[in-house]
């Protein structure tokens, strides 16, 4: 695969690492100037959230509701290519479960050149954070709840 250059810096390592030690439920990035991954967003970012966060004793039971509207909202509606990294949390046969994914949202609508673009950096930067399950996303069914489940329970 070819490498696009994009630096990927230590911000968005420490960002990634707020998710895989469950501090936060998901971050949001992008290509920005063609030159390197940024922030965009996380979840929880308001201090609301982040109270939220830390009171709520059943995170897997609640996931659904509290954070999956979020990450939903958060990609579907863009039209350039984003980067996430998230921590997918549900019951499984009463069973709490989690899987950290990395998706990549990349819409139809997009450029071509931004196409290409994402596409080279994809692979660089999911192999960068090491997060083995990886998801190519064009559409909103690519990252439906039920199919972020069906693919976490395929897995157990």
Known sequence: ??????????????????????????????????????HV?????SDEDIESFKKDNDKNGNWMSRVYPKFYTSLVDKTEPLFVILDFKCEIDSRKCSKLYFIGWCPER????????????FSQFANTVNIPTRIIAHTPNDISYEELY????KSV
Do not use: W
Not at 41 to 45: A, L, M
Not at 150 to 153: A, F, K, N, V, Y
């Open 1 to 38: 695969m070819l490498n696009a250059g994009i630096e990927i810096g230590t911000e968005v390592i420490k960002r990634y690492q707020s998710v895989h030690d469950r501090k936060m439920d998901f971050v949001v990035f992008t290509i920005k100037d063609q030159k390197c991954i940024s």
């Open 41 to 45: 967003e996380s979840f929880p970012d």
């Open 110 to 121: 997009c450029s071509v050149k931004s196409k290409m673009l994402f596409s080279t950096t």
């Open 150 to 153: 069906r693919r976490l329970e």
